[in-house]
């Protein structure tokens, strides 16, 4: 490798490092941000510690990160090529004999390893961060992560146990004005009110200990002719935990929470008689790996949206290059619906797309590379002038004030 040409190469590494990395993290820090406060709002509505939020947005990260690489990857290229355009270093390159298949080599340093781990994530890592997510939901409707006890409410906590507290202090473990109603399921109940109360653990998992302080307690039986009154000023309230139900395991029927080769062997390997659950299966599959192939078309929908028309500094590429990555993805989820919903064939459904899309980015970019003077998001550019200036013909003139003689 000449000289110049290794130069080259690092300065258009460097240039597509910095945005590549920096719209990843922002998109996946915005995609997070907005699932993050009805996140907060599902938790404490439902009742459970705010510490589960961020183990959730830990297990949705993976799925956003699926989406942020291929955005990351073609701003990344795209605005490393727009420099080099807007600044004429591309055309000096270009000059001296460095062409745009030259220049390719080093976005595909970047894409190659970067669509291995996208694999890797929508084929492994994803899967299993759905269902812990899965997992956490179910843990907090269940009550199994642990109910915040709201003050000045009736909190249910269980089916047995009924409590309302007017103040908590230390963080809930100090309790003050409470009443207490627990029942062991035979007809016997405790209600009890106390100025104090804290709860203790103890080494049978099923049951812990409610320590109320000067209070007064009324027992009711069906042995009792009539209730019997108790006042306190130390009681001891044993309480028997809900039995909490078990999540189901990974993958059954949820074919997004199977692994790459386990979606292979349900839709193509036989792995199942259901046949809804095969074409599912093969829908995913499908799927996730169109998502990963499409990468590889990135960095030339990138060189070509990148360079603007002659005297023109326009950021439409960048608009046209996110719309074009989501508008694909959203695609592939419509595919992959049809497929699951048996309405076509899913290597149809979303084989088709990725063939359109590829065709579509290689006449853009052979327009671009092999013909002299070729632009193509030149067409677009004209059209979206003509927009803003029939736009700006319409508006409403400014009436002037007539001069004061």
Same mark, same amino acid.
């Given at each position: 490798m000449l000289p110049h040409l290794r130069l080259i190469d690092r300065y258009l590494a460097r240039s597509i490092?910095?945005?590549?990395?920096?719209?990843?993290?922002?998109?996946?820090?915005?995609?997070?941000?907005?699932?993050?406060?009805?996140?907060?709002?599902?938790?404490?509505?439902?009742?459970? *510690?705010v510490s589960v939020v961020w183990r959730? #947005?830990?297990?949705?990260?993976?799925?956003?990160?699926?989406?942020?690489?291929?955005?990351?990857?073609?701003? /990344?290229?795209?605005?490393?090529?727009?420099?080099?355009?807007?600044?004429?270093?591309?055309?000096? #390159?270009?000059?001296?004999g460095v062409g745009y298949g030259r220049l390719l080599r080093v976005p595909y340093g970047y894409t190659v390893p970067l669509a291995i781990i996208?694999?890797?994530?929508?084929?492994?890592?994803?899967?299993?961060?759905e269902y812990r997510y899965e997992s956490l939901r179910f843990d907090l409707n269940s009550g199994a992560l642990g109910a915040a006890i709201k003050v000045g409410e009736f909190n249910e906590l269980g089916h047995r146990l009924t409590l309302r507290i007017d103040r908590s202090e230390n963080k809930g473990t100090q309790l003050h004005g409470i009443?207490?109603?627990t029942s062991d399921g035979k007809g016997t109940t405790v209600a009890a009110t106390a100025q104090q109360g804290r709860f203790f653990s103890t080494a049978d998992p099923d049951k812990?200990?409610?320590?109320?302080?000067?209070?007064?307690?009324?027992?009711?039986? *069906?042995?009792?002719?009539? *209730?019997?009154?108790?006042?306190?000023?130390?009681y001891t309230l044993p309480i028997s935990l809900p039995a909490i139900a078990q999540f189901?395991?990974?993958?059954?029927?949820?074919?997004?929470?199977?692994? #790459?080769?386990?979606? =292979?062997r349900v839709g193509y390997g036989g792995g199942t008689a259901d046949e809804h659950q095969r074409v599912e299966a093969q829908a995913n599959f499908d799927f996730r790996l169109v998502e990963v192939l499409m990468m590889f078309m990135l960095p030339l929908l990138a060189v070509s949206l990148a360079v603007p028309p002659k005297r023109s500094s326009s950021g439409l590429g960048i608009f046209i290059a996110i719309l074009v990555v989501v508008a694909y993805h959203k695609v592939n989820?419509?595919?992959?619906?049809?497929?699951v919903n048996g309405q076509m064939n899913p290597i149809l459904s979303l084989g088709g797309p990725l063939i359109l899309f590829a065709a579509m980015i290689g =006449?853009?970019?052979?327009?671009?590379?092999?013909? *002299? /003077?070729g632009q193509p998001i030149g067409a677009l550019e004209r059209f979206f002038a003509r927009i803003a200036s029939l736009a700006r013909s319409m508006m409403p003139r400014r009436q002037e004030a007539p001069a004061e003689a």
């Open positions: 490092a910095v945005p590549l990395f920096g719209s990843l993290i922002l998109a996946a820090m915005l995609l997070i941000l907005d699932k993050m406060l009805r996140l907060f709002q599902y938790v404490v509505d439902a009742g459970g *510690p959730m #947005l830990a297990n949705l990260l993976p799925e956003y990160l699926s989406l942020g690489i291929p955005i990351g990857l073609m701003l /990344g290229i795209l605005l490393a090529f727009r420099k080099l355009a807007l600044s004429s270093e591309l055309d000096a #390159l270009r000059g001296i996208n694999l890797l994530i929508v084929g492994y890592l994803q899967p299993y961060t009443f207490v109603q812990i200990l409610f320590r109320l302080t000067q209070g007064r307690l009324v027992q009711q039986s *069906p042995r009792f002719k009539v *209730p019997r009154t108790l006042g306190f000023s130390l189901r395991g990974r993958g059954g029927t949820q074919s997004s929470e199977l692994y #790459l080769h386990e979606l =292979w989820q419509y595919g992959q619906q049809m497929g =006449w853009m970019y052979h327009v671009l590379a092999h013909r *002299p /003077g």
